[in-house]
T-cell receptor, first 116, second 113 residues
Framework: GAVVSQHPSRVICKSGTSVKIECRSL??????MFWYRQFPKQSLMLMAT?????????EQGVEKDKFLINHASLTLSTLTVTSAHPEDSSFYIC????????????FGPGTRLLVL | DQQVKQNSPSLSVQEGRISILNCDYT??????FLWYKKYPAEGPTFLIS?????DKNEDGRFTVFLNKSAKHLSLHIVPSQPGDSAVYFC????????????FGAGTQVVVTP
């Protein structure tokens, strides 16, 4: 299957700081990448859809000024959590669309964010 | 509003037996369905998918069945192995949704020796 990486795998930061998470498709070009977050024992919630070279599309209730998404190339999308607060602590997962199948998304390993 | 539902939060099955996971959906525009497996603190791993033009798709030990009239799909794993113990998510997308996936809440599968 296709490989998607995320960096960092976990980050601890102080409240008020910004954190950048990178998502890379390693062996295919991804015109579309998605960002999800998952709270403990809950399902994955889509935050935004990121298309290469255009602005991200955010889901209802997701603050676009707080969660900045940049999809600068066909293999890289970044999510920046600005002025992070403890309630932003979560597991953030990206996915990239590509490989076999029309709609198959391949997921990164996730980033655990803890805001103190 | 949960458009994809997995009503069984957990399933315990004996090694070697069949695991059957169920998923229901409410949006009739969904036309592509996927199953993912997830371990704690890891991203989901794609298992198998099915298009709405089919009613069955098989890949090794995994078979997905789709009943469009009932808006129901199921994943069969046979034979179940200890390494199959994980959370399984059902996901669905619609043609006009730019690939957005709606996920179910997941089913925790435990395969016992």
């Amino acid at each position: 299957g296709a490989v998607v990486s995320q960096h960092p795998s976990r980050v601890i930061c102080k409240s008020g700081t910004s954190v950048k998470i990178e998502c890379r498709s390693l062996d295919f070009q991804a015109t579309t990448m998605f960002w999800y977050r998952q709270f403990p024992k809950q399902s994955l919630m889509l935050m935004a859809t990121s298309n290469e070279g255009s602005k991200a599309t955010y889901e209802q209730g997701v603050e676009k000024d707080k969660f900045l998404i940049n999809h600068a190339s066909l293999t890289l999308s970044t999510l920046t959590v600005t002025s992070a607060h403890p309630e932003d602590s979560s597991f953030y997962i990206c996915s990239a669309r590509g490989g076999r199948g029309r709609e198959t998304q391949y997921f990164g390993p996730g980033t655990r964010l803890l805001v103190l | 509003d949960q458009q994809v539902k997995q009503n069984s939060p957990s399933l315990s099955v004996q090694e070697g037996r069949i695991s059957i996971l169920n998923c229901d959906y409410t949006n009739s525009m969904f036309d592509y369905f996927l199953w993912y497996k997830k371990y704690p603190a890891e991203g989901p791993t794609f298992l198998i998918s099915i298009s709405s033009i089919k009613d069955k798709n098989e890949d090794g030990r995994f078979t997905v069945f789709l009943n469009k009239s009932a808006k129901h799909l199921s994943l069969h794993i046979v034979p179940s192995q200890p390494g199959d113990s994980a959370v399984y998510f059902c996901a669905a997308s619609a043609t006009d949704s730019w690939g957005k996936l709606q996920f179910g809440a997941g089913t925790q599968v435990v395969v016992t020796p």
